[in-house]
């Protein structure tokens, strides 16, 4: 049915028809479909990879450091490798603009267990840095190209509240990460804990590769503006 041009509400598509009403929950669903994205798959991938690398890698990684690779210095030099990683994969974003955004930045968050994996037992120092250098390499990608995707797909008027429930849906579980990661460890063993982490990591994002619309949705041309 058409609408009223004088009615300027946001309108939601739902399965029993057309909606007028601001609901949040229609409004996820709605960017959800338009993003490229069931909120039900990616929405469960980007929790639990959080957790896993701030409660895991932040909480764990310094005690395998303090007590098998030297200490702080180690712990130091492997941190500041992941960072670089983070401004490198920023200045590539400047000329890399791949066709099918969506895909590229989820394959882009298998290389965040690697790291994790390399402390059971622990590389050398400089193996572990190299893998955490591409592990930012790969954050970095996924959240530029998930903001362009978000920014392509999302309509203006929606896209803040959008954001907002993304970034609620991505760190909520954050600090519940941090304080199980501990006593997870004591209970099963730190190496078991960092695998069972990595683990968590690479099915999380492999299950969102199943959903079609994450490997089918392409970048648009982007039109002139005006002048």
């Given at each position: 049915p058409e609408r009223s041009q004088r009615d300027a509400r946001p309108l939601y598509r739902l399965r029993?028809?057309?909606s007028c009403?601001?609901?949040p929950r229609d409004a996820a669903r709605r960017a959800a479909r338009r993003a490229g994205v069931r909120r039900a798959c990616a929405g469960a991938r980007v929790p639990a990879v959080n957790a896993a690398i701030v409660g895991v890698w932040s909480v764990l990684g310094p005690i395998v450091a303090q007590d098998e690779l030297g200490g702080a210095a180690a712990w130091g030099f492997i941190v500041a490798a992941q960072a670089a990683g983070f401004v490198f994969g920023g200045v590539v974003t400047l000329r890399y603009r791949p066709s099918r955004m969506l895909l590229v930045a989820t394959v882009a968050i298998f290389p965040t267990a690697l790291p994790i994996l390399l402390l059971v037992p622990p590389a050398p120092v400089v193996v572990i840095a190299a893998a955490a250098f591409v592990s930012g390499v790969g954050v970095e990608l996924f959240g530029v190209?998930?903001?362009v995707t978000m920014q392509?797909?999302?309509s203006s008027e929606q896209l803040s509240r959008v954001y907002s429930y993304d970034a609620l849906g991505s760190y909520v579980v954050i600090p519940l990460g941090?304080?199980?990661a501990g006593p997870v460890a004591d209970t099963i063993g730190t190496s078991e804990t960092l695998v069972a982490s990595a683990l968590v990591i690479v099915a999380a994002t492999a299950l969102v590769l199943l959903v079609d619309e994450v490997r089918s949705l392409r970048r648009r041309a982007v039109e002139p503006a005006s002048a």
């Open positions: 029993g028809g057309w009403l601001p609901c190209l998930w903001d392509q797909e999302i941090a304080a199980v």
